[in-house]
């Protein structure tokens, strides 16, 4: 589950609203939060399936809720439907979906847009849209009538234990997703690079372990030259997952050059800054504006394995650089992009669509 639902909107919302998550399973127990299971399927027509027959009746059998907050596109259907009944809808838009479609295995992918884009439209004037990125705004701005752009932002209260700017080590981060196009392939050239500078460097990687990660990590050539220096953990809460980076040099964010990852800023990318991880990540214009601009990293073409080994060795052998990108950004996320402003845009909204 995104972090943004649970540990951002559903446990912020719980300071003021009753609260009742319905998902597979939460990231952590929260007392505050109420928490009906569905059905847990990876793949849209297992959710279609039985996921969201079952998530109907449990919502026919509870209580009426005052709002519905939504999150995922293959649900608008449910969000008209709620409509009919003078239910407040959110559609809570996570992604630019039109762009991550055709990267993603969704059977029929022209099929499924059309009727996407179809049912947006029919939403546009009935739900209330929030957008997690203010790129987003020039696709939606002329297609939908109210929405609001709230970011996502970390809560850097819940990293402050983690907090480290004394950074001198061998060892670089990694948290999330750990196949497809996050970056797994290059941080693994990467670790060779480094290695044929006879520099072996660690990586801590946290995030699903199993079959498909060991599948798709056979078809990386370099892989078995450093499968000794990759430390997997498996998934763990992020506010957690992060006592491993304590000891590290950096963090690696480092996505392929794709649509859906050039107009949306990586939630890591943030998180790494909480706690005081210099970032080395891909050299989108949207991600320059904030790592370059706020001195606390690099932007590197992800495929250009030198300068990456470039910015790591850099980073080692110049340790008061590495100790001021960790406090810039620190002080970037405490005054900057920090969650507690966007909450209170999200109180704002409830706020107004209860009133």
């Known amino acids: 589950m995104d972090t943004r639902i649970f540990s951002r909107e559903c446990i912020s919302l719980s300071e ?5 998550l319905l998902a597979p399973s939460p990231l952590t127990n929260n007392p505050n939060v109420k928490h009906s299971k569905l059905p847990a399927f990876k793949y849209l027509f297992g959710r279609i399936m039985i996921s969201h027959p079952v998530l109907l009746w449990k919502l026919l059998i509870l209580k009426k809720a005052a709002i519905y907050h939504l999150h995922d596109p293959e649900l608008l259907p449910l969000g008209l439907f709620l409509n009919l009944f003078s239910s407040k809808v959110i559609y809570d838009v996570h992604e630019w979906v039109e762009k991550d479609i055709p990267n993603k295995k969704v059977p029929f992918r022209k099929i499924f847009i059309s009727l996407y884009n179809w049912f947006e439209a ?23 009538v109210n929405y609001s752009v709230i970011r996502n932002y970390p809560d850097y209260k819940a990293f402050q234990q983690y907090e480290a700017t004394n950074r001198h080590s061998k ?7 750990l196949t497809g196009n996050r970056g797994m392939k290059q941080m693994i050239n990467l670790l060779t690079c480094l290695k044929y500078r006879n520099e072996d460097f660690q990586l801590i990687c946290i995030g699903r372990l199993g079959k498909p990660l060991d599948k798709y990590l ?24 992060m006592q491993f980076s304590v000891d590290c040099l950096a963090g690696l964010a480092l996505y392929d050059d794709l649509p859906n990852h050039r107009d949306s800023l990586s939630t890591k990318m943030f998180e790494y800054m909480a706690v005081g991880l210099p970032v080395i990540t891909s050299n989108f214009p949207l991600y320059e504006d904030i790592v370059v601009k706020n001195s606390c990293g690099f932007c590197i073409d992800p495929d250009h394995t030198e300068l990456l080994a470039d910015a790591v060795l850099e980073l080692y052998n110049n340790q008061q650089l590495a100790n ?17 402003s966007e909450k209170q845009k999200l109180f704002n909204i409830y706020k107004n669509l209860l009133a």
Do not use: C
């Open 171 to 177: 060892s670089l981060f990694y948290i999330g997703n």
């Open 122 to 144: 029919l939403t546009s004037k009935k739900l209330y849209f929030i957008l997690a990125e203010n790129s987003y705004e020039q696709f939606y701005k002329n297609r939908i």
């Open 16 to 20: 003021k609203y009753d609260v009742r």
């Open 324 to 340: 001021s990108m960790a406090m810039n950004g620190i002080k970037a996320v405490r005054n900057l992009y920090n969650w507690e």
């Open 218 to 241: 056979t078809g990386i050539p370099n892989y078995q030259k450093v499968s000794n220096q990759i430390h997997f953990i498996d998934y763990l809460p992020v506010n957690v997952a």
